[in-house]
């Protein structure tokens, strides 16, 4: 049974999604704030957390933050903010998906479901390599990457981008193929989150930032 933890400080929406969870044969725990949520995660392994951005004591992007430092957990973000900005900035975060309320109950449990089974087949797919491209270095069971020989840190969609252009190398490969590919869905609105993690990307990569190529109107090569 997936396990799942409701970071919300609103009791309707969590007792609603907790309703919705169970039915769907989720074992679901609750948090009211960021800080609860983040201990919960010390103390137990979800499958995924779905966070809602405004909670008292600690925000769900500081918490989002701190639960990535603790455990490789997928989390999706509920929240009322509906800009472009709040999107792309979650993101960066990492985070798996973004809910704008109001929200159907039954659309976020699709998602959920989506997202755990991509984590799950992420995990199940990728093989026990390490990839190895002029100075950079990947290891892919432990998640670990290294330029010239030091460490460097990337989110997990940073990550995923890499080992997709690592497999695919020379390859001219769209923003829309990206989005379908890393993240999962068409996200209709913020497909400048693709250029934007690509710029991150390019950054901790340091002087092999030259290898991702932007190709005009097309999208990306690597190589």
């Keep these: 049974m997936y396990r799942l933890l409701i970071a ?24 009211s704030d960021g800080l609860q949520a983040i201990e919960m995660v010390e103390k137990h392994d979800f499958d995924c957390v779905i966070l809602d951005i405004m909670m008292p004591n600690l925000d769900g992007y500081t918490a989002c933050k701190r639960i990535k430092e603790i455990k490789n ?3 999706i973000i509920l929240s009322a903010r509906q800009q472009e900005d709040d999107k792309l900035y979650g ?23 989506v997202v755990i089974e991509r984590s799950n087949k992420a995990r199940k797919t990728q093989e026990k390599e390490i990839i190895k491209y002029e100075g950079i270095t990947v290891n892919i069971p432990s998640h670990e990457v290294t330029i010239d020989g030091n460490d460097i840190h990337l989110t997990n969609k940073e990550f995923d981008l890499l080992v997709y252009f690592l497999n695919n190398q020379g390859i001219v490969i769209s923003r829309d193929t990206l989005l379908e ?12 989150t693709v250029d934007t993690h690509i710029k991150m990307l390019r ?3 340091g002087e092999y930032s030259y290898l991702i190529k932007t190709v005009r109107g097309e999208g990306y090569r690597f190589g």
């Excluded at 998906?97 to 998602?111: G, I, N, Q």
């Design 8 to 31: 919300d400080d609103e009791i309707k929406i969590r007792e609603v999604i907790a309703e919705y969870g169970r039915i769907n044969n989720y074992s679901v725990m609750e948090a």
């Design 73 to 75: 957990v997928p989390i």
């Design 91 to 113: 993101f960066e975060l990492g985070i798996d998906d973004y809910v704008t309320k109001p929200f159907s109950p039954r659309e976020l449990m699709a998602r959920i479901k």
């Design 181 to 192: 590919r890393i993240w999962g869905y068409d996200y209709y609105g913020v497909e400048r």
């Design 203 to 205: 950054k901790n990569l």
